[in-house]
């Protein structure tokens, strides 16, 4: 298991007029030995799960020439025509 902080730089002027910058930690992130791994912000009650990205970044990219997740085409066409029941919807 590997922790890492989460940290925020701070700027400030110490008494003798040297700029100086202090490391406010906002969080930590947490990886275990299979790999899974989890963040935690200090200021939220919350732990988060990290995942990696399935895709390529491209910068300025057009929508229409933008990569797809993996699956995303396969949902669409899964629900397609089909009627959703909002009866069965748990939220």
């Known amino acids: 298991m590997q922790k890492e902080k989460i940290t925020l730089p701070k700027k400030y002027t110490n008494k003798q007029g040297e700029e100086k910058t202090f490391w406010a930690e906002v969080g930590s992130t947490t990886t275990f030995d299979n790999g899974n791994k989890i963040l935690e912000l200090n200021h939220l009650n919350e732990t988060y799960t990290v995942f990696p990205m399935d895709r ?35 939220f």
Do not use: C, F, H, Y
């Open 56 to 90: 390529a970044e491209k910068p300025n990219t057009a929508q229409s020439e933008a990569p797809q997740w993996e699956g995303r085409e396969q949902a669409r066409q899964a629900v397609q025509g089909d009627d959703i029941d909002l009866e069965n919807i748990p």
